[in-house]
Nanobody, 124 residues
Framework: QVQLVESGGGLVQAGGSLRLSCAAS??????MGWFRQPPGKERELVAA????????YYADSVKGRFTISRDSAKNTAYLQMNSLKPEDTADYFC???????????????????WGQGTQVTVSS
C-alpha cells in the first residue's frame, strides 16, 4: 500500500510563501498532483506534473505564483507557493498515479493514491 505524506502547511501572511512536500512510501513512476479544498467548497486541482517532470499543468488561479516540481530519487513532489492570497486558504492534498504517460493528470478520479492533507491559512 502506497502512502503519501504531506508537510509544509501552516499560517502565513498575504504575500508570503510556503513550500509543500509530498513523499511517497513506495518508489514508482508516479504522476503527481496537488489539489486543495477551501472551507465549504469542493476540492479542486491546483497543479499536476507528469512522472518524469516533462509536463506540468496549473489552475489559472495559481499560474505565475505556484510551481510544482519533483525529485524522483526521493519519491517526493513539491509545491512552491509564492505571493499567497487569503483565497489560497484551504486544505491541500497531494495525489499520485502510477503512470508513465506524457500527460499530467487533471482529474481526481485519475489518481490512485491520496495523502491526508495539510492545512494552509493565509491571513490578510
Amino acid at each position: 500500500q502506497v502512502q503519501l505524506v504531506e508537510s509544509g502547511g501552516g499560517l502565513v501572511q498575504a504575500g508570503g510563501s510556503l513550500r509543500l512536500s509530498c513523499a511517497a512510501s513506495v518508489a514508482a513512476s508516479y504522476a503527481m498532483g496537488w489539489f486543495r479544498q477551501p472551507p465549504g467548497k469542493e476540492r479542486e486541482l491546483v497543479a499536476a506534473i507528469s512522472w518524469n517532470g516533462g509536463r506540468t499543468y496549473y489552475a489559472d488561479s495559481v499560474k505565475g505564483r505556484f510551481t510544482i516540481s519533483r525529485d524522483s530519487a526521493k519519491n517526493t513532489a513539491y509545491l512552491q507557493m509564492n505571493s499567497l492570497k487569503p483565497e489560497d486558504t484551504a486544505d491541500y492534498f497531494c495525489a499520485a498515479k502510477n503512470y508513465r504517460g506524457i500527460t499530467a493528470p487533471r482529474f481526481q478520479h485519475e489518481y490512485d493514491y491520496w495523502g491526508q492533507g495539510t492545512q494552509v491559512t493565509v491571513s490578510s
